[in-house]
């Protein structure tokens, strides 16, 4: 199993310092709410609008204020694919890692992108420029291997493409 795929399933990051005026500003929408019941997903939207990912600490914030169980929380944030528990750069850079894309060289370029920016998967630059995570197929199969930056997408890329890829948001 690549390092690509192992962090996909554990997902969650410890030890992270939130802003505590993020805990604030959740604080106020949730107190829009006609009532907690029923709007999990719209204050895990939320959250994750604000924080930028929903690490553990926020998922137990956002149980308790609703007075719902985390393993509840958990096991919405893990079901729907556009909840992140992964932080993520400014420019957060995503590997297709589909069957496709894999058989392609799919972990070959992750583990380029690794050696160039030197963070592993899961984890962002000390700049927050960017961040490597990886996705289940994208759809585009004949594009494979496909690599995300943000909304642009990269088709066929190898690993001699990695460096310019990085420049053009450098
Ligand atoms: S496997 Fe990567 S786009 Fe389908």
């Known amino acids: 199993m690549s390092s690509c795929q192992e962090k996909q399933q554990c997902g969650s990051q410890q030890g992270s310092e939130l802003p505590e005026h993020l805990f604030r500003e959740l604080d106020a929408f949730i107190d829009t709410l006609p009532t907690k019941e029923g709007h999990l997903i719209t ?12 690490p553990e600490e926020v998922q137990q914030y956002v149980a308790d204020a609703l007075n719902v169980p985390v393993v509840q929380v958990f096991g919405v944030v893990s079901f729907y694919t556009f909840f992140t528990m992964i932080p993520k750069g400014e420019y957060p850079i995503s590997v297709c890692m589909g069957t496709a894309c894999f058989v392609k060289g799919a ?8 050696q160039q920016l030197q ?7 000390p700049d927050g420029k960017f961040s490597i995570d990886c996705l289940r197929c994208v759809g585009a199969c004949a594009l494979a291997p496909v690599v995300l930056v943000g909304e642009k997408v990269y088709a066929n890329v190898t690993t001699d ?3 310019d890829i990085i420049a053009d948001f450098a």
Do not use: C, P, R
């Open 43 to 54: 204050v895990l939207h939320k959250a994750q609008s604000l924080f930028g990912y929903l």
């Open 107 to 114: 972990g070959k370029v992750v583990d380029a992108l690794k």
């Open 119 to 125: 963070v592993d998967v899961g984890e962002v630059t």
């Open 161 to 163: 493409q990695v460096k």
